[in-house]
């Protein structure tokens, strides 16, 4: 397939993201071809990247002046601890903001490295290579940055948008199964908040999807990034409409935070148990109708995706659950900001609730 060019333009910047197979082979002409220009380059690459890609990579950049610093992406590494090893590195290595921090990895990897970059010297080049499936239809696109804490999930970050996003789909072929249905979990929320249409389309394609057939991974990757797009155009800073892409995520982030960000639990897995959350809290505020919660519920269950949370968590959980959404940074005051839906495609926003509505919903759902 041809490559995917999507432009992003918000009040404070204009940049590219780019989709396409082999990508990584061309990176010198992609940036000249989007009138990109650094000399010197560090390269924050998470070490689960297998070495031929980091090779490529390499090989594309050899013009280039490379500082290789490698970081072993992690929930429990997304700390203030990470952001200054990078923020010393440029230091050291004389970096000035005419130079450039490349990311080669996740979520993680480029919301920790996004971060550094926008409080070094209040701002150097950012330039985006997410290779899971979630960073590409998800993080990398908008400006997000962030770093976790004891207090919870990306309570400490930035809004600081990429000179350029490069979504290389050959890095998706490296990865296990679980990856991709994170990943997937962060597409069906954005047909979900946005285009019942594209939700019909997922309903016929997820497990093409899921092997990363061609063209319906291109299809996916494009649709998400098109969805987060006209979001974020609007409302860059999450003022009001960006709060949408929220949808599950506080549940998702309480439930993270209460496992303590371990592998028994993977960020976009979480997000899955989220949007079943909140699609039934949803139905029990009568916002969502059964016809519709059960397109909701059947497609998860279908496809074999994370809908259970008595899988993780039992009745011993529930306080600490309720005191992580407490936490979320979303809320303005001591209720609990939800985004729920109305429909597929028509998400409500605004809505708060007390804490003890949301004990005693999560208290039916927990069985033990």
């Known amino acids: 397939m041809k490559k995917i060019k999507i432009n992003i333009k918000t009040k404070t910047s204009n940049y590219p993201i780019i989709i396409g197979s082999g990508l990584i082979n061309n990176l010198t002409k992609i940036f000249n071809d989007n009138s990109i220009k650094f000399s010197k380059c560090l390269l924050v690459i998470d070490n689960k990247i297998p070495k031929n890609f980091i090779n490529k990579v390499l090989k594309s950049l050899k013009n280039k002046k490379k500082i290789i610093s490698y970081f072993n992406a992690s929930e429990k590494n997304k700390n203030i601890i990470s952001s200054n090893k990078i923020l010393e590195l440029l230091l050291k290595k004389n970096f000035h903001r005419n130079d450039c921090l490349i990311s080669i990895g996740g979520g993680i990897t480029g919301d920790v490295s996004g971060f550094a970059s926008s409080i070094f010297k209040r701002g150097i080049k950012f330039i985006n290579i997410p290779t899971t499936l979630l960073s590409q239809v998800d993080s990398s696109i908008g400006g997000k940055t962030g770093i976790n804490s004891k207090y919870g999930k990306n309570l400490i970050g930035s809004f600081y948008q990429p000179s350029i996003v490069i979504s290389d789909i050959d890095f998706l072929k490296t990865l296990p199964r679980r990856e991709i249905v994170c990943g997937y979990g962060e597409i069906l929320?954005?047909?979900?908040?946005?285009?019942?249409?594209?939700?019909?389309?997922?309903?016929?394609?997820?497990?093409?999807?899921?092997?990363?057939?061609?063209?319906?991974?291109?299809?996916?990757?494009?649709?998400?990034?098109?969805?987060?797009?006209?979001?974020?155009?609007?409302?860059?800073?999450?003022?009001?409409?960006?709060?949408?892409?929220?949808?599950?995520?506080?549940?998702?982030?309480?439930?993270?935070?209460?496992?303590?960000?371990?592998?028994?639990?993977?960020?976009?897995?979480?997000?899955?148990?989220?949007?079943?959350?909140?699609?039934?809290?949803?139905?029990?505020?009568?916002?969502?109708?059964?016809?519709?919660?059960?397109l909701i519920k059947n497609h998860l269950t279908k496809f074999k995706l994370p809908n259970n949370i008595n899988n993780n968590f039992t009745k011993k959980n529930l306080n600490q659950i309720i005191s992580f959404m407490e936490k979320d940074k979303k809320n303005n005051n001591q209720k609990i900001n939800l985004v729920l839906l109305k429909k597929i495609g028509s998400p409500h926003l605004g809505l708060n609730f007390q804490n003890k509505e949301l004990h005693s919903f999560l208290k039916k759902e927990l069985i033990n």
């Open 189 to 294: 929320k954005h047909s979900l908040i946005s285009n019942k249409k594209f939700f019909l389309f997922l309903e016929q394609n997820a497990s093409k999807i899921l092997d990363l057939k061609t063209p319906y991974i291109e299809k996916s990757i494009k649709e998400s990034c098109l969805i987060k797009k006209n979001i974020i155009q609007i409302d860059e800073n999450e003022k009001n409409l960006r709060k949408v892409l929220n949808f599950g995520h506080t549940f998702a982030h309480a439930y993270e935070a209460v496992l303590k960000y371990s592998k028994k639990l993977n960020h976009g897995e979480a997000v899955l148990l989220g949007i079943m959350s909140a699609s039934k809290f949803s139905l029990k505020q009568k916002l969502l109708n059964k016809k519709e919660f059960e």
